[in-house]
């Protein structure tokens, strides 16, 4: 297993397009949670999946955020009608069911929006 | 979620011990205390965890004060690689737990 995938690693798109990101969480893990980090803070948590079920939504995932895990495996993640300030890196994690169970992250996808 | 306060930044010698404070005066009886760290242009890492007793992995070591109100990680020999954002997490024991990061303290470490 190469760990946690995330794809594209970078992504440079014009204000007002949609933008999707996916990850491949390492196989056996049946947690999966996507994070925003922006230049000089620690990654914000964005939301969170149980296999299919996406259980916990932050505030900040405004509406034009939407996050799918159709399978209880792969996730993508898509941004609508994209802002300045959704420039950041948008990193993906999974987990084993273990309550104290330590994520993996992947690299993450860069996204510049202009 | 219960906050952890940690110094902005912190500097070492290459190959001397790094000892990384964290105070969380306000940690309830269920939260495990985790540490993760990111090297640059990666996602972050997990280092160790721990909820009462002291900690040693292969990465570190945790030592967890006796009313639990701080912490410390210990890097025994600090390499270049060790030059990393460090975070202190509380993180409480349930099936839902998420990761609440702060900004954690920028370890540099001097040749």
């Known amino acids: 297993d190469t760990g946690v995938s995330q794809n594209p690693r970078h992504k440079i798109t014009k204000r007002g397009q949609n933008v999707t990101f996916r990850c491949d969480p390492i196989?056996?893990?049946?947690?999966l949670y996507w994070y925003r980090q922006t230049l000089g803070q620690g990654p914000e948590f964005l939301t969170y999946f149980q296999n299919e079920a996406q259980l916990e939504k932050s505030r900040l995932l405004s509406d034009r955020f939407s996050a799918e895990r159709p399978k209880g495996s792969f996730s993508t993640l898509e941004i609508q009608r994209t802002e300045q300030g959704d420039s950041a890196m948008y990193l993906c994690?999974?987990?084993?069911?273990?309550?104290?169970?330590?994520?993996?992250f992947g690299e993450g996808s860069r996204l510049t929006v202009l | 979620d219960a906050k952890t306060t940690q110094p902005n930044s912190m500097e070492s010698n290459e190959e001397e011990p790094v000892h990384l404070p964290c105070n969380h005066s306000?940690?309830?009886?269920?939260?495990?205390i985790h540490w993760y760290r990111q090297l640059p242009s990666q996602g972050p890492e997990y280092v160790i965890h721990?909820?009462?007793s002291n900690v040693n992995n292969r990465m570190a070591s945790l030592a967890i004060a006796e009313d639990r109100k701080s912490s410390t990680l210990i890097l025994h020999r600090a390499t270049l690689r060790d030059a990393a954002v460090y975070y202190c997490?509380?993180?409480?024991?349930?099936?839902?737990?998420?990761?609440?990061f702060g900004k954690g303290i920028t370890l540099s470490v001097r040749p």
């Open positions: 306000t940690i309830s009886g269920t939260d495990y």
């Open positions: 997490i509380l993180r409480s024991f349930g099936a839902n737990s998420k990761l609440t």
């Open positions: 196989s056996e893990h049946n947690r």
């Open positions: 994690a999974s987990s084993s069911d273990s309550a104290t169970g330590e994520l993996f």
């Open positions: 721990g909820l009462t």
